[in-house]
């Protein structure tokens, strides 16, 4: 715990008046603008842990620590640090989910750390806890259908899933074109739209599509913009301006 409440005294937060909800608010401010330097992603594990340490029930604070969570395993380099950062995010979304079950985030965080987690131990331990991730997923957009994330995870799983596990474009688009509906400007449904028109030969749409996420002025998150939808979109719209003999 030393180096949490280092960071908190160099920026002043342990002399605030709430201080949990001040560093919070500043572990969320390093997370949402872990662009800026790479230490920032960091930074806001450390703070989040601080809260979660201080108030472990406390509901804004178990939704940061397990998004927090979910970063850093999927930013981790090995599969044992990838397991160790989904796991943590995994249980604070699930006494999340138990203690504020109408939270729509306990649900989706729960979900998206539980299967990959799965994920880094398998594909057959992927495929065998599916079910409970798109159950919750499902739950998500039930209880709060503005709650953008799950549209994504959704089109992305039902667009690369095989026909005989439950794959379907149709499903897909459906949940992508959803997801844009309550937010435009959400670049990852973009980008995967994007994927899916190639899969499905709609080249034109693909392009187009992608060359909106590269002009888009004010993304929903602009850190996942900035690090991950634009660099992508970038690439795949090369890809799709080289001689289809050429595409990978």
């Not at 990852?188 to 994927?195: I, M, T, W, Y």
Request: with cysteine.
């Amino acid at each position: 715990m030393t180096a949490v409440f280092a960071l908190l005294l160099a920026a002043g937060i342990a002399r605030a008046g709430n201080v949990v909800d001040n560093t919070m608010a500043h572990a969320q401010y390093m997370f949402d603008h872990r662009y800026v330097d790479s230490a920032y992603t960091d930074s806001a594990w450390y703070l989040a842990a601080a809260v979660h340490s201080l108030a472990p029930d406390n509901e804004k604070g178990l939704s940061l620590w397990a998004q927090v969570n979910v970063e850093m395993g999927d930013d981790s380099r090995t599969n044992v640090e990838r397991e160790h950062y989904y796991r943590l995010a995994e249980l604070g979304a699930e006494t999340l989910r138990t203690r504020f079950p109408e939270d729509p985030a306990g649900h989706f965080w729960w979900a998206a750390a539980h299967g990959e987690r799965m994920l880094v131990q398998g594909i057959p331990e992927a495929m065998l806890a599916l079910p409970a991730v798109v159950r919750e997923m499902e739950r998500t957009v039930e209880l709060d259908s503005s709650f953008v994330f799950p549209y994504a995870v959704l089109g992305m799983l039902y667009r690369d899933l095989p026909l005989v596990a439950g794959g379907s474009y149709v499903r897909s688009r459906l949940y992508f074109e959803t997801g844009l509906r309550h937010a435009p400007n959400f670049t990852l449904l973009g980008v995967e739209l994007a994927r899916l028109d190639a899969k499905e030969g709609r080249y034109s749409e693909a392009r187009t599509r992608l060359q909106d996420v590269l002009e888009c002025k004010s993304p929903l998150y602009e850190a996942a913009y900035l690090l991950n939808d634009k660099p992508e979109a970038d690439s795949m719209l090369a890809a799709l301006h080289r001689p289809r003999s050429e595409r990978s």
